[in-house]
């Protein structure tokens, strides 16, 4: 199963202007990315930093699985980030 984070954004329809995204949170995969299964997962706002899970030494890998499931995905090097939402598919409405 996949793992993600999510960002409070609204995300409005282009063409009726209709709430695309289920409670405005977009997911993306970037980041500290809990096992779903857990029953967590992070919930950004526009601008706050990401967190990182630590490994044993207290470093960040990139692109690591951890034992449990969770997940840092992407590399904490990259500080700006444009998020494409992922999890929901969400491009448009039906109209």
């Known amino acids: 199963m ?6 409070h954004a609204e995300l409005p329809c282009p063409r009726c202007d209709a709430r695309l995204a289920p409670e405005n949170a977009i997911g993306f995969q970037w980041g500290y ?3 779903p299964h857990g029953g967590a997962y992070f919930t950004y706002r526009v601008g706050e930093p ?8 207290k470093s960040v890998p990139a692109w690591a699985y951890f034992l449990g499931g969770d997940a840092n995905i992407g590399d904490p ?3 700006d980030l444009l998020v494409r939402e992922s999890e929901y598919a969400i491009r448009a409405c039906a109209i």
């Open 33 to 35: 990315c809990p096992d």
């Open 77 to 79: 090097s990259f500080a």
């Open 2 to 7: 996949s793992r993600f984070a999510h960002v």
């Open 50 to 57: 990401l967190l990182w899970r630590l490994d044993s030494r």
